[in-house]
C-alpha cells in the first residue's frame, strides 16, 4: 500500500516509499528550479538518485545515455545546492529547489533553456538581490557597503531610502528615462536592505498589496 505523504512538504529519505516509481519504470522526472522560481533544467531520478541527493546535499540525477548516477557539475564544478526536493500531487513527479553554482547549461547559459528569462522571472532577480543582502549580512566581507551600511543602523538605512525616493521623485521630473531607472533601481536596493533590518520582506510587501487588491472587491 503506498504511504501517504502530506502534499508540499519537502521530502526526506523516509518519504521515499510513497513515490511511484513503478509507474515510470524506475526514472522520476524532476524540475529543477531557483530560489526564485525559474526553471533551470530538466533531469531524471532513479530512488538511488534521489537518495544520494537527499544525503549529499547536492542534485544527483540518473543519466539515462551513460546508465549512471552523476552529480550536476561533478566534471564542471558547477553544481546545483539542494534547498528542497517536493513531489506532485500523484507521487511521480520532483520539484527541486536548488542554488546553483555558476551556469547550469554544459553550453554555459544560466539555465538549459538560455539566459533570455521571462519578464515574471527577470522581477525574481529581487529575490535573489535579497539572498545577496542577506549574505553581506551575515558573512560581513572587507569593503561591502551593505554590511557597511547595515551595521551603521536602521535609522541610516532609513534615512537613505528617503534620499534615494528623493531621487527618483526628481529624475522622474527633469532627467532622462536612464536616470530614472538607475535611481529607481537604487531606491529598492535600499528599501530590501531597510525591510531585511526588521525582520521582513519583499513577499510580505506584495502580500499586502494582494491584501489590499482582494478588498477592493
Not at 62 to 77: A, I, N, V, Y
Request: with cysteine; net charge negative; charged share 25%.
Amino acid at each position: 500500500m503506498t504511504q501517504m505523504h502530506p502534499l508540499g512538504r519537502p521530502l526526506t529519505a523516509a518519504d521515499l516509499e510513497s513515490l511511484d516509481f513503478e509507474k515510470t519504470d524506475g526514472l522520476l522526472p524532476a524540475i529543477v528550479q531557483d530560489l526564485d522560481g525559474a526553471v533551470l533544467m530538466l533531469g531524471y531520478m532513479n530512488r538511488e538518485a534521489l537518495c544520494e541527493t537527499l544525503s549529499r546535499g547536492r542534485v544527483v540525477f540518473f543519466s539515462r545515455s551513460r546508465q549512471r548516477l552523476w552529480e550536476k557539475g561533478e566534471t564542471s564544478g558547477n553544481t546545483l545546492e539542494l534547498v528542497s526536493v517536493r513531489a506532485d500531487c500523484d507521487r511521480d513527479a520532483l520539484l527541486v529547489t536548488a542554488r546553483p553554482r555558476g551556469p547550469v547549461c554544459h553550453l554555459g547559459t544560466a539555465t538549459c533553456f538560455g539566459n533570455e528569462r521571462p519578464v515574471a522571472d527577470r522581477l525574481a532577480f529581487l529575490g535573489e538581490l535579497e539572498s545577496v543582502i542577506e549574505q553581506r549580512i551575515a558573512e560581513r566581507p572587507e569593503g561591502s557597503y551593505t554590511a557597511r551600511l547595515y551595521a551603521q543602523g536602521v535609522r541610516r538605512m532609513a534615512q537613505k531610502v528617503g534620499e534615494e525616493g528623493l531621487e527618483v521623485a526628481l529624475a522622474a521630473v527633469v532627467e532622462g528615462d536612464e536616470k530614472v531607472l538607475a535611481e529607481s533601481a537604487d531606491l529598492l536596493y535600499h528599501l530590501l536592505l531597510l525591510l531585511k533590518s526588521r525582520g521582513l520582506s519583499l513577499a510580505k510587501v506584495a502580500e499586502e498589496l494582494a491584501s489590499r487588491h482582494a478588498h477592493k472587491g
